[in-house]
């Protein structure tokens, strides 16, 4: 055994660097079109849109929710928010469904690696499953009423604008804010597929258990077993799902992959568990599965179709100069994303402990959760600057005739608990009401 992984061993760097420089192009390109979405389409937009009920709603919000560039963590506020802007248990879950799984620069990245048929199906497949799990919820829940109307004046972080312009907030949120999301995952899921590419023989799933695990149901439900449990972002999940059908998986195996990997996790169930209910939870879940082991089935049909399989098999080739170049570049954001993990800042504001309220922020997984609840600080009255960072969970704001009180619930209604930890009282005077806010 150590003879074989000795010998093999050399080839990783090779193997990571040839898919890097692969997906490089089109992921630099998704990132410069996800920040332009997440700036011309708004989740105040969205929640104008998705306040019905039914299952046209759900349709709306599987649609609307396919391009947007939100991991699963980061679509969970989106989702909360527009459960209590009054949209219906059905349009949230399309929402939560569809979101994570697909997004503009997961599916040029699709594109990249695994070619058209692929980088059309995926999408198509979110939108589906959304629809499939709003309408079961919109079934099951008849008598959904909505939370209530929106307030006269939206406070949630969709609607701060950072006093920034609209290109400044698209490239940060498309070079920053959105490479610090997947960065990691992203770094993972390339040495997780040139691992595999190296280390799997090319053999192995056809002659494992007599290749009964290759393709087919078998096939589809141990890749469901692999993806549901463990979180995947949409994007680091496509070099996993190339190297695995490279190595004899059948593309609809690797869909399933695809497909369970981004949409369930912990921290996805556990809101639709909260906010929702335990039957929209069980509903989500097996909406999703359902949906996975079907498009899965269908799409390994229409590889067999000898025509289809053809097209499917290249895409465009781009020169190799730009391909290092690009490489190269990705390289960098993402090790700047990695180095400097989410530190959401508004200029002016006097950091370390200088801040006139600082807060305890639980729940901020990723940098745009981080970059969320600074949005949801500077959105409330009399806030002039905030600072959130992700490492310590520590938020500060500066302003005048601040509500401790008012301002912790804006965020734990987010989805993020909050507690006050300090203040600046003693020179200031009292900004708030009690020092806790659950």
């Given at each position: 055994?150590?003879?074989y992984?000795?010998?093999?061993l050399?080839?990783i760097?090779?193997?990571?660097?040839?898919v890097?420089?692969?997906?490089?192009?089109y992921?630099?390109?998704?990132?410069?079109v996800?920040?332009?979405?997440?700036?011309?389409?708004?989740?105040?937009?969205?929640?104008?849109?998705?306040?019905g009920?039914?299952i046209t709603?759900?349709?709306k919000?599987?649609?609307?929710?396919?391009?947007?560039?939100?991991?699963s963590?980061?679509?969970?506020p989106?989702?909360?928010?527009?459960?209590?802007?009054?949209?219906?248990?059905?349009?949230?879950?399309a929402?939560?469904i569809?979101?994570?799984?697909?997004?503009?620069?997961?599916?040029?990245?699709?594109?990249?690696?695994?070619g058209v048929v692929?980088?059309?199906f995926?999408?198509?497949?979110?939108?589906?499953?959304?629809?499939?799990?709003?309408?079961?919820?919109?079934?099951?829940?008849?008598k959904?009423?909505?939370?209530?109307?929106?307030p006269e004046?939206?406070?949630?972080?969709?609607?701060a604008?950072?006093g920034h312009g609209k290109?400044?907030?698209?490239?940060?949120?498309?070079?920053r804010?959105?490479?610090?999301?997947?960065?990691?995952?992203?770094?993972?899921g390339?040495?997780v597929?040139a691992?595999?590419s190296?280390m799997?023989?090319?053999?192995?799933?056809?002659?494992?258990?007599?290749?009964?695990?290759r393709t087919?149901l078998?096939?589809m439900?141990l890749?469901m077993?692999?993806?549901?449990p463990?979180?995947?972002?949409?994007?680091?999940?496509?070099?996993?799902?190339a190297?695995?059908?490279?190595?004899g998986?059948s593309?609809?195996?690797?869909l399933?992959?695809?497909?369970?990997?981004?949409?369930?996790?912990?921290a996805?169930i556990?809101t639709?568990?909260k906010?929702?209910?335990r039957?929209?939870?069980?509903i989500?879940?097996?909406?999703?599965?359902?949906?996975?082991?079907?498009a899965g089935a269908t799409l390994d049909?229409?590889?067999?179709?000898?025509g289809l399989s053809?097209?499917?098999?290249?895409?465009?080739m781009l020169?190799?100069?730009?391909n290092?170049?690009?490489?190269?570049?990705?390289?960098?954001?993402l090790?700047?994303?990695?180095?400097?993990?989410?530190?959401?800042?508004?200029p002016?504001?006097?950091?370390?402990?200088?801040g006139?309220?600082?807060?305890?922020v639980?729940?901020?997984t990723c940098?745009?959760?981080?970059?969320t609840?600074?949005r949801a600080?500077?959105?409330?009255p009399?806030?002039?600057?905030?600072?959130?960072?992700?490492?310590?969970g520590?938020?500060?704001?500066?302003?005048?005739?601040?509500?401790?009180d008012?301002?912790?619930?804006?965020?734990t209604?987010?989805?993020?608990?909050?507690r006050?930890?300090?203040?600046?009282?003693?020179?200031?005077g009292?900004?708030?009401?009690?020092?806790?806010?659950?």
């Amino acid at each position: 055994m150590w003879p074989y992984l000795r010998d093999k061993l050399p080839a990783i760097p090779g193997d990571f660097w040839a898919v890097l420089g692969e997906m490089a192009p089109y992921l630099l390109f998704g990132f410069f079109v996800a920040g332009i979405l997440a700036v011309a389409i708004s989740p105040a937009a969205v929640q104008r849109h998705l306040g019905g009920r039914g299952i046209t709603a759900a349709f709306k919000a599987a649609l609307f929710g396919v391009p947007l560039p939100l991991c699963s963590c980061g679509v969970i506020p989106v989702a909360a928010s527009l459960r209590r802007h009054g949209a219906s248990r059905s349009a949230v879950t399309a929402f939560l469904i569809s979101t994570p799984q697909t997004g503009v620069d997961s599916i040029l990245v699709t594109f990249s690696l695994l070619g058209v048929v692929m980088a059309v199906f995926r999408p198509v497949a979110a939108f589906v499953s959304g629809l499939l799990g709003g309408a079961m919820v919109a079934l099951a829940d008849r008598k959904d009423p909505a939370t209530g109307p929106s307030p006269e004046a939206c406070r949630d972080a969709c609607c701060a604008t950072d006093g920034h312009g609209k290109v400044y907030r698209a490239l940060s949120y498309g070079f920053r804010v959105l490479p610090q999301d997947i960065g990691r995952s992203l770094l993972v899921g390339l040495a997780v597929a040139a691992l595999i590419s190296t280390m799997v023989p090319d053999d192995f799933f056809t002659s494992a258990a007599g290749g009964a695990f290759r393709t087919g149901l078998p096939a589809m439900l141990l890749m469901m077993l692999v993806g549901m449990p463990i979180y995947v972002c949409a994007t680091a999940s496509v070099p996993i799902a190339a190297a695995l059908i490279a190595k004899g998986v059948s593309p609809g195996a690797a869909l399933v992959f695809l497909m369970t990997g981004p949409a369930t996790n912990a921290a996805t169930i556990a809101t639709v568990w909260k906010v929702m209910g335990r039957r929209t939870a069980a509903i989500y879940l097996v909406s999703v599965a359902a949906s996975a082991l079907a498009a899965g089935a269908t799409l390994d049909w229409l590889f067999s179709l000898e025509g289809l399989s053809r097209a499917a098999e290249g895409h465009w080739m781009l020169p190799a100069w730009f391909n290092t170049a690009c490489a190269v570049a990705l390289l960098a954001i993402l090790a700047v994303a990695v180095v400097r993990p989410g530190v959401a800042a508004q200029p002016g504001l006097a950091t370390a402990g200088l801040g006139d309220l600082s807060f305890q922020v639980s729940g901020m997984t990723c940098a745009n959760c981080a970059d969320t609840v600074r949005r949801a600080l500077l959105s409330f009255p009399g806030v002039t600057a905030a600072s959130v960072d992700l490492a310590s969970g520590k938020a500060e704001i500066s302003g005048k005739g601040l509500d401790a009180d008012a301002i912790g619930k804006i965020v734990t209604d987010l989805g993020y608990p909050t507690r006050r930890i300090e203040s600046r009282e003693s020179k200031t005077g009292p900004v708030g009401g009690s020092e806790h806010v659950d």
